[in-house]
């Protein structure tokens, strides 16, 4: 008799993905029972996959200890073979959990901290790096999206790499919706340039808005015509407003916030501003190539290096000095509007062939092999 293995996705946010919906979609077409279970109320990304057919459920509120007593019941009473904890607060409730239950535990790890990279003064939270040692000495097995975060584990943090396996993100990119050509107009229209920058990414500072935006006032005040749109929302807000108020840059750089509709943002964009120091494997940067857009990316880190090509289909930026590559990376874009067009062509066919669902078979290798 074959039993049908039931896996769990523990995860701590209900808004859409659509890197997990597609793993746990795809391993449904595989035959195993898939579950949700969040930290968090119940929001867009249960509503869509309960209507997928998998079951969903959010925890009750509570802290650490709690939430290591509700895993347990959970698990026990759903039978449940494998937990596939992803992000860093289920991760640690996760591999304190494993030792009282029978399910076995796979951290997927979603992140690394770069700062070593450079001279920066950033403030990292001792708690955050208290749990990636805690996570890292207790889980016994890791999954990690790329080579960058794979190797900065072993020089950074120490990891025992026995117990560390790397699986890409795959997407079906089929689920995102088109841009809607009068929004994209209507964007145009109320942010009109001849070089339109978009950054998507937590207002944190290991994004780096902090090094961009200096670039943006310097060109601007130079005569250059730029405008650059942030989407997203974060705890630098207040800083990188006040920055921007006191600089009058209120007409060149605009906070747009959160917002669903990004999509029709990055279609009206030109290209992708992002020298993130803590990015696994970013999704805004294939996002933006499904438009046809180019991208301008952080070099050795995650997996941008796998797929981006300096100068080809896009810009890689050097994480030392990084401020006057970025001025470079958006002079050269200002002054050939025809190549970002080729750029952004070429990207969107290397991103499709390595990432898109359909093009994934040996990815679903890698994972039936954690389920052996």
């Known amino acids: 008799m074959t039993f049908i293995k039931k896996i769990l996705f523990f995860y701590p946010a209900g808004k859409r993905t659509v890197a997990i919906e597609t793993i746990i979609l795809e391993?449904?077409?595989?035959?195993?029972?898939?579950l949700l279970l969040t930290t968090c109320p119940k929001d867009d990304l249960h509503f869509y996959l309960e209507s997928e057919g998998i079951k969903t459920y959010s925890l009750r509120s509570g802290g650490y200890f709690k939430q290591i007593v509700q895993l347990l019941r959970f698990c026990k009473n759903q039978k449940i073979d494998f937990v596939f904890s992803h992000l860093q607060p289920v991760n640690f409730v996760s591999v304190l959990a494993q030792f009282f239950m029978k399910t076995k535990v796979i951290v997927f790890r979603h992140h690394l901290q770069s700062v070593q990279f450079t001279d920066e003064k950033i403030y990292i939270h001792p708690n955050e790096i208290r749990m990636d040692?805690?996570?890292?000495?207790?889980?016994r097995k890791i999954v990690v999206p790329s080579m960058g975060v794979y190797k900065g584990m072993e020089q950074f943090e120490k990891v025992n790499l026995k117990k560390v396996s790397i699986i890409p993100y795959i997407y079906d990119f089929s689920k995102y919706k088109s841009?809607?050509?009068?929004?994209?107009?209507?964007i145009k229209t109320h942010y009109p340039c001849k070089l339109r920058l978009i950054m998507i990414s937590r207002l944190v500072k290991l994004k780096r808005h902090h090094l961009v935006f200096p670039v943006?006032?310097?060109?601007?005040?130079?005569g250059y015509d730029i405008k650059m749109l942030v989407l997203d929302q974060g705890p630098e807000k207040d800083n990188l407003m006040e920055y921007i108020n006191n600089n009058g840059l209120s007409e060149s750089i605009i906070l747009i916030g959160y917002t669903n509709d990004f999509v029709n943002y990055m279609a009206a964009c030109d290209l992708l501003i992002q020298p993130s120091l803590s990015d696994a494997s970013n999704s805004a940067a294939k996002e933006m190539s499904l438009f046809g857009k180019p991208v301008a990316v952080s070099n050795n880190v995650g997996d941008y290096n796998d797929y981006v090509k300096d100068n080809v289909n896009s810009y890689l930026i050097p994480v030392s000095d990084s401020s006057r590559h970025i001025?470079?990376?958006?002079?050269?874009?200002?002054n050939n509007p025809q190549k970002l067009i080729v750029m952004g062509e070429l990207l969107k066919k290397e991103v499709i062939s390595r990432f898109d669902a359909s093009h994934a078979s040996n990815i679903m290798l890698l994972y039936e092999s954690l389920l052996k």
Do not use: S, T
């Open 27 to 34: 391993l449904k077409k595989k035959g195993y029972e898939l």
């Open 133 to 139: 040692k805690i996570i890292n000495r207790l889980g």
């Open 179 to 186: 841009p809607n050509p009068q929004k994209i107009e209507e």
């Open 216 to 222: 943006i006032k310097e060109l601007v005040q130079n």
């Open 327 to 334: 001025k470079n990376i958006i002079l050269h874009a200002y």
